[in-house]
């Protein structure tokens, strides 16, 4: 039937014209919220709280109009939607997936979602730096009351929670992470108990001497650049956490955080956010704004961040190209430092109240406390004003360690601020999938020890940045490394890389 095919490609060409436009309008937005990171003045917290509503809501009228119904229902009972993985299919089947989602949420909600987390996340700051938890309290019950209000909406029976994993990781549910944590806290628990008793304790105390801010940011795009960021079409900034958002194609901003008296972490939150900046940069262009044209989930986001973080950056060839280099930029700090030294200081493990300074056997844990806390908030077991009280007796259960303060505690991230719940074990499925990703990309050692990351690159691009949504993450994984995701090639990993630094 001709005319039939016809129409579907006509729908198809509207169904595109406007997804492209939703998504400048969306990047309008994400521009806002760049600048309330970096530059904004505290004074403009109360009118960009109203900038972002109305624009989230402009958004949401738009992505849930009758139009965009029509449209779908049309290409979905058409030969286009039965495509495979063609574009055409991708595309139609995600749009669906995310209008009909969309659609059970009311305007006013959305609306009044982005106005409480820009508060939200200014009360945030001020809690922190005044270390009093009670003024943040309020503002958690509200988001908390948000996002469990938002679950009720979506959910289709079931778990709420699913629903709101289901957001940023599709085709993941709350019982598949329960059984994935499970398996992690049975495998790395030991693996960190053996650590610890061996009394080896790396010196760390080269990574605290004077680390000029100045040179700290050279160094960082020299090397953003060496691993094939590329800086005509991405920029580095300065902001108080370090993340990474993507503008447009052209346009993959960066924020990093440097202190005087501190290289590591720095350093490698900036090797995070390359990470995540290099899988922007290497979507397929030609699909921009469309599902083709997008990252496969949070998660596969999050593997490749932690793959350049982890993987390649605290590995022996890395350093072997950088460490030279480094020494030369921070002559008077490391001049009496090895390499092998260097390389022991930045993979210390060692239990601390610290997410986002973690090392690689304890971060899990982390994200499994949070994990169970936020479940608890949203399922009324836990009040959130009886947040702090918790968060410490889950840190000395799970970690043995103390927070010292709020900061150090259960205000130490933002994302409850932001209303992110369900966001945190994306966090922990990217390790699992950078660890069989990275395994499956074959061994690099001898090109790393030259300086050249071009190979790496190139297979990442073509395995897993120009995919875009074809597949959804746990089939790309599956796709890529010959396996369902599961925690085998982190902790097999995890247990060669520490069981020779550690001599266990
Ligand atoms: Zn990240």
């Known amino acids: 039937m001709p005319a039939l095919t016809m129409n579907a490609h006509e729908a198809y060409?509207?169904?595109?014209?406007?997804?492209?436009?939703?998504?400048?309008?969306s990047s309008c937005a994400d521009l806002l919220e760049w600048d309330e990171e970096t530059y904004m003045p505290r004074g403009g917290v109360a009118h960009r709280a109203e900038q972002s509503a109305v624009l989230a809501g402009m958004l949401h009228e738009r992505q849930t109009s009758a139009r965009m119904g029509e449209l779908l229902a049309t290409l979905e009972a058409s030969d286009l939607a039965r495509g495979g993985d063609a574009p055409a299919a991708v595309n139609i089947r995600e749009l669906g997936r995310l209008y009909r989602r969309r659609a059970r949420l009311p305007r006013e909600h959305v609306e009044e979602f982005a106005r409480a987390r820009t508060m939200a996340q200014q009360v945030w700051v001020e809690a922190r730096e005044e270390m009093d938890f009670g003024r943040f309290a309020p503002w958690l019950e509200t988001m908390v009351g948000l996002a469990r209000r938002e679950a009720g909406m979506l959910s289709a029976g079931g778990d709420p929670y699913d629903s709101?994993?289901?957001?940023?990781?599709?085709?993941?549910?709350?019982a598949r992470l329960t059984a994935l944590f499970g398996?992690?806290?049975?495998?790395?628990?030991?693996?960190?108990?053996?650590?610890?008793?061996?009394?080896?304790?790396?010196?760390?105390?080269?990574?605290?001497?004077?680390?000029?801010?100045?040179?700290?940011?050279?160094?960082?795009?020299?090397?953003?650049?060496?691993?094939?960021?590329?800086l005509e079409r991405g920029r580095l900034d300065v902001a108080a956490h370090p993340f990474c958002m993507a503008i447009g194609p052209g346009d993959t901003r960066l924020t990093m955080r440097y202190a005087e008296r501190s290289f590591g972490d720095g350093f490698f939150a900036m090797l995070h956010e390359v990470g995540h900046g290099l899988y922007e940069q290497g979507l397929p262009a030609?699909?921009?704004?469309?599902?083709?044209?997008?990252?496969?989930?949070?998660?596969?986001h999050e593997s490749q961040s932690r793959l350049w973080e982890n993987l390649v950056g605290r590995s022996l060839p890395f350093w072997t190209h950088f460490y030279p280099r480094l020494r030369n930029v921070f002559h008077e700090a490391l001049a009496d430092v090895k390499v092998e030294a260097f390389f022991l200081a930045i993979n210390r493990v060692e239990p601390t109240a610290l997410r986002a300074t973690a090392d690689e056997v304890t971060y899990n844990v982390h994200i499994m406390i949070r994990f169970e806390l936020e479940r608890a908030m949203l399922s009324?077991?836990?009040?959130?004003?009886?947040?702090?009280?918790?968060?410490?007796?889950?840190?000395?259960?799970e970690l043995g360690v103390e927070p010292r303060d709020v900061v150090?505690?259960?205000?130490?991230?933002?994302?409850?601020?932001?209303?992110?719940?369900?966001?945190?074990?994306?966090?922990?499925?990217?390790?699992v999938y950078a660890a069989q990703v990275y395994a499956a990309s074959g061994n690099r050692d001898e090109a790393f020890a030259r300086g050249d990351f071009s190979g790496l690159l190139?297979?990442?691009?073509?395995?897993?940045?120009?995919?875009?949504?074809?597949?959804?993450?746990?089939?790309?994984?599956?796709?890529?490394?010959?396996?369902?995701?599961?925690?085998?090639?982190?902790?097999?990993?995890?247990?060669?890389?520490?069981?020779?630094?550690?001599?266990?």
């Open 13 to 25: 060409g509207e169904l595109i014209r406007i997804a492209r436009e939703q998504s400048v309008l």
């Open 164 to 174: 709101l994993v289901e957001h940023y990781e599709p085709g993941m549910t709350t």
């Open 183 to 230: 398996s992690l806290r049975a495998e790395l628990g030991p693996l960190l108990g053996s650590i610890v008793g061996t009394r080896k304790r790396p010196r760390t105390a080269m990574l605290r001497r004077e680390y000029p801010v100045d040179r700290q940011k050279l160094f960082a795009q020299a090397v953003a650049a060496a691993v094939g960021f590329d």
């Open 286 to 300: 030609e699909h921009y704004g469309t599902p083709m044209g997008m990252a496969a989930s949070l998660g596969m």
């Open 380 to 397: 009324g077991a836990l009040a959130p004003a009886d947040l702090p009280g918790a968060w410490n007796e889950a840190y000395r259960r």
């Open 408 to 431: 150090e505690g259960c205000l130490q991230d933002g994302h409850w601020a932001e209303g992110l719940f369900g966001y945190f074990p994306t966090y922990t499925l990217g390790n």
């Open 458 to 504: 190139g297979w990442l691009r073509d395995h897993v940045h120009t995919q875009g949504m074809k597949h959804p993450a746990p089939e790309l994984v599956r796709r890529v490394s010959g396996r369902e995701p599961d925690p085998g090639a982190l902790v097999a990993g995890l247990r060669k890389k520490y069981g020779e630094l550690y001599g266990l």
